[in-house]
């Protein structure tokens, strides 16, 4: 099989590119380099199976042109903070509904038809039912990131009725793990690399998060996709459990061995738009076979050694 | 209150900008009449506090500058046909959620906060409830339209928690009425007319669809606007009944006098992102105490009654 992976070269991106690679595919990496790095595809490159084109989803020719020859897309290019809507409304709506509109056309007009897209547990807004599954009640959007994640899933669903698609939607928790390169656990870590004896937090630590080690995540992607076969298949994708930011701030202090003096911003939510309680019910996944290997903590651990061998990346952000 | 109305020129929106300038109230229409008709302004024209403005909803400075000193926003303006998404993508995309964005933008940049949004039952795909309520489960998209208001919605919601806008958000049945001026009674009107003697029926006949009566539509978002006041107000609108697009025909031919042979494409659906059975479940309005004047047979009589006296528009589509 021959694969395109948009966002290729970012966090997850890079670790499903090498797990295609190691499978035996054909890989092209599309990616801008916005948030992706060269050198997550070090060991990519060393394949010859593989390939990286450096573009933007919104040149939709030289996108149309690079995925030619394609069977399967990958999408999951994105602009990934949840948290920054507010300060630039447009991004969202460009780099994640446009993006995937010129995606998706990309496809038409190549005739390729399958699809999997990484979509995220903030479609869910403050869910009404917690643990979520993925057919709770219909949702009320609160971030401008789960608003474009949620159109995105509109459109792809769309090609699906209209041209004949076929679609994998995985509405992850946040996903941690080598290469990792933003989110709370980064920031904390670099944080306290600079100032060990303080740690400022947003909102009053107490927002309960789920997460997903990255490796797992890849797991279950591939998993789904073999064995589930409807005209659009949605799974959430995540553990069996959650944390307080409380709790993944002790993991970090203890792994790094300091003892801050913790300064919260206050309230039950760290930013507009911040979701305090995320757990998603991923039943459906599990039903079929698949179940995580780790667990938040192991995946947080996991992070903070790679962060730790891999402190040029904190440098480049 | 001044209000700014999108797509005023059109169906709905002129009707709505008669009844605020009778009511009393500033109107400003912005529209680039490419589906709206000047005479559907012919009676708001004779009011002093009316103004149209002629503007694209893509031209966002232009925009910005037009609703300059508005109070409330009732935005339209769509591209309102479900039926023909798949001959091209890019329309539901552009002129309704691109075209949404650039409306709340506006709104943002000139302090404006409230707003009202036509949306529509298609939001529901091929639900899994029906009568459908609100908060029916989280639906798969069957087309690009249901596909794009859901996106409008979105983002309309983020604006809400993001930046404190307050919105009401209305999920239309298929309205019908005075002015109105495309979908299936027309398209029969129009055909029977030319060829009383055969009319072409898109799908089986027995799609089960709602309609609710323009005037009942209005007073229903402004009973809502009123009544309502939550940050996101999100309410079906429609009658408690649905028929049959065989009852419609039967109620067009008998009010034309005509009896066609009907000549049946076939298949549950009319065309690909139809959804055979459309009843949404109203009681959350109803119980605000709002309800219809019109049944779904009266609609359409009124429909015909209008068509039969302003023939020129049959010949303007």
């Known amino acids: 099989m021959k694969y395109f992976v948009t966002g290729g070269a970012g966090f997850i991106g890079s670790n499903l590119a090498d797990r295609l690679l190691n499978n035996g595919n054909d890989v092209i990496v599309y990616d801008n380099f916005s ?6 595809l070090n060991d990519a490159g060393k394949f010859k199976t593989f390939r990286v084109v450096r573009g933007d989803l919104l040149d939709i020719e030289f996108l149309t042109r690079s995925m030619s020859g394609c069977d399967f897309v990958f999408h999951l290019a994105a602009n990934a903070d949840v948290r920054f809507g507010t300060e630039h409304p447009d991004k969202d709506l460009k780099q994640n509904t446009i993006a995937t509109f010129n995606v998706l056309e990309a496809m038409r007009l190549n005739g390729i038809k399958k699809i999997a897209f990484s979509s995220t547990g903030s479609v869910y807004g403050e869910a009404a039912v917690i643990p979520t599954p993925e057919d709770a009640p219909f949702p009320v959007q609160t971030s401008f990131y789960g608003a474009s994640k949620l159109a995105c899933e509109g459109l792809i669903q769309a090609y699906c009725e209209g041209f004949g698609f076929q679609s994998w939607i995985f509405r992850f928790v946040s996903i941690l793990g080598e290469r990792y390169t933003h989110g709370h656990v980064f920031d904390f870590y670099k944080k306290l690399l600079k100032t060990p004896g303080r740690l400022d937090v947003l909102g009053n630590g107490k927002q309960r998060k789920s997460y997903l080690y990255v490796q797992d995540c890849i797991d279950a992607i591939l998993f789904a996709i073999e064995k589930s076969g409807e005209k659009v298949n949605i799974f959430n994708l995540g553990t069996d459990e959650y944390c307080e930011v409380n709790n993944s701030i002790g993991w970090i202090c203890s792994s790094l061995n300091v003892a801050p003096k913790l300064v919260y911003s206050g309230g039950a939510r760290g930013w507009i738009g911040d979701n305090p309680f995320i757990f998603l019910d991923c039943s459906k996944i599990r039903i079929l076979g698949w179940k ?26």
Chains 1, 2 share one sequence.
């Not at 948030?35 to 997550?40: A, I, K, R, V, W």
């Not at 995580?292 to 192991?298: F, R, S």
């Open 35 to 40: 948030t992706g790095f060269p050198e997550f």
């Open 292 to 317: 995580p290997k780790y667990t938040i903590k192991e995946g947080i651990i996991k992070t903070l050694s790679y962060l730790e061998e891999n402190k040029w990346v904190l440098d480049r952000q």
